[in-house]
């Protein structure tokens, strides 16, 4: 497997444009969860799907953040209006529980910056 | 609310030594706890997982111990390598949910020199 697959990989826009974040997790799993990173803050979790269905969004941090997951191979986070402190590394992760082991697989990371 | 802390946050040591990176949490109660290594522009790779109910995990050079107890887990690393330069994470599952409660450390940033 390619492991879990992020685009874009970098994206610079303009403040208030909207911004599309893709992810493709492993083929098989049915967790899939979208985090944050910046120096500040560490990293955070945003929201996480299971089966499909969102379980937890609270990490969400307002309402111009949503993320969907139409299927079981594709997951969108979208931002709009995109604000300069939303700029940071977003990462997707997906994982399948497996007995106790339940092991999170990460993908590159979408490095956005908003100016 | 659970809160994990890594000290240091950066650490330099010379090739070939051995060394022990440090992760504590303040919630005992935890269903697992999970050690990442980051490379620069890169995502987490998952290095080791302990159970709760478990005291360590090995992997090659690495060992991670736990001790819930006290609120603590270690991460050694034996004979370290230039490549083992990254940066590293834990982070724990609280219990009652899955990997969507994991809470993360920011990490200690190794660097070994050749």
């Known amino acids: 497997d390619a492991g879990v697959i992020q685009s874009p990989r970098h994206e610079v826009t303009e403040m208030g444009q909207e911004v599309t974040l893709r992810c493709k997790p492993i083929?098989?799993?049915?967790?899939l969860f979208w985090y944050r990173q910046t120096m500040m803050r560490g990293l955070e979790l945003l929201i996480y799907?299971?089966?499909?269905?969102?379980?937890?969004d609270s990490g969400m941090p307002e309402d111009r953040f949503s993320a969907k997951m139409p299927n079981a191979s594709f997951s969108t986070l979208k931002i709009q209006p995109s604000e300069p402190r939303d700029s940071a590394v977003y990462f997707c992760?997906?994982?399948?529980?497996?007995?106790?082991?339940?092991?999170?697989?990460f993908g590159s990371g979408t490095q956005l910056s908003v100016l | 609310k659970q809160e994990v802390t890594q000290i240091p946050a950066a650490l330099s040591v010379p090739e070939g030594e051995n060394l022990v990176l440090n992760c504590s949490f303040t919630?005992?109660?935890?269903?697992?706890l999970q050690w990442f290594r980051q490379d620069p522009g890169k995502g987490l790779t998952s290095l080791l997982l302990?159970?709760?109910?478990?005291r360590e995990q090995t992997s090659g050079r690495l060992n991670a111990s736990l001790d819930k107890s006290s609120g603590r887990s270690t991460l050694y690393i034996a004979a370290s390598q230039p490549g083992d330069s990254a940066t590293y994470l834990c982070?724990?599952?609280?219990?009652?949910?899955?990997?969507?409660?994991?809470?993360f450390g920011k990490g200690t940033k190794l660097s070994v020199k050749p």
């Open positions: 799907f299971n089966n499909n269905v969102p379980i937890d």
């Open positions: 302990i159970q709760s109910s478990q």
């Open positions: 982070a724990v599952a609280n219990y009652g949910g899955s990997q969507g409660n994991l809470i």
């Open positions: 919630d005992s109660a935890i269903y697992n």
């Open positions: 083929s098989g799993h049915d967790y």
């Open positions: 992760a997906s994982s399948l529980l497996q007995g106790l082991e339940e092991k999170l697989f």
